[in-house]
């Protein structure tokens, strides 16, 4: 079974973020960057894959130079090999058109994504994906097994989960459930000295329009400070429960 596993570059949430160009576009000084959480737990499960079934696990990022150290953790942490598609994600259209031309040319069975990346929210990718290669699709992912050509999937629905069987070929917008943060690995020494002699392979992007344009970005208000009451304040406390808050 050959997996791919798509990877996000995304900041760190400890990271003070800003924006330039009257706010239309994000500034990257001094921010930090990490593997995208719901892309990391997607990747250990596809390491478990390798380990127990013999599957080739494959990591593919759209991004510039910037990025490779983030690929090479996924790496450490234990895939195969690694792809670059040389090309700034500039919507998810792009990104979707990007992944759909790399996995028609490796001729994967599963394409693991995380269901949404941290920095935009999107939740795009991984359904336009499935459209663009007519593989069958199953997002917000909590749990999944492989038997041969059928995999069977659990996902998160209102009040509840939903159990789906499908065949292979098959997308999976993957999230925390399918691994547990307990689950999932820190590069060790052996791992990251490895990662280094495994080959990462740039590839150049094709053509393809990009679908939508971020117009300006906005901070969320900041917290108003917090209004105390005397304990025996009960009418003032309700008048601006009732009028200021309006949450009665």
């Not at 007519?134 to 749990?143: A, W």
Request: contains cysteine.
């Amino acid at each position: 079974m050959k997996i791919l596993v798509c990877i996000s570059h995304v900041p760190d949430t400890t990271s003070k973020i800003n924006f330039v160009n009257g706010d239309s576009e994000f500034d990257t000084n001094g921010v930090q960057y990490v593997i995208n959480p719901n892309d990391e737990f997607g990747l250990t499960r596809a390491v478990w894959f390798q380990e127990q079934q013999g599957a080739k696990v494959t990591v593919v990022n759209v991004g510039g130079a910037d990025t490779e150290p983030t690929l090479r953790k996924a790496l450490a942490i234990g895939a195969d090999d690694a792809i670059r598609v040389n090309a700034t994600p500039t919507d998810g259209f792009y990104v979707a058109k990007q992944l759909a031309e790399v996995v028609k040319n490796g001729g994967y069975d599963l394409v693991i994504c995380g269901k949404e990346s941290l920095d935009y929210n999107g939740g795009m990718v991984p359904g336009m994906l499935a459209g663009l290669l007519g593989y069958n699709f199953v997002n917000s992912c909590t749990e999944l097994t492989i038997e041969g050509t059928s995999a069977k999937a659990s996902r998160e629905i209102d009040g509840g989960k939903e159990v789906i069987s499908a065949s292979l070929p098959l997308v999976i917008g993957g999230q925390k459930g399918i691994v547990e943060e307990k689950d999932l690995r820190i590069p060790n020494m052996r791992g990251i000295m490895t990662a280094r002699t495994k080959a990462l392979t740039v590839i150049e992007p094709v053509g393809a329009e990009n679908a939508t344009k971020a117009v300006k970005f906005e901070k969320p208000a900041p917290k108003s400070a917090v209004k105390l009451f005397n304990a025996d304040d009960i009418d003032g406390l309700i008048s601006a429960l009732h009028n200021e808050a309006k949450v009665i």
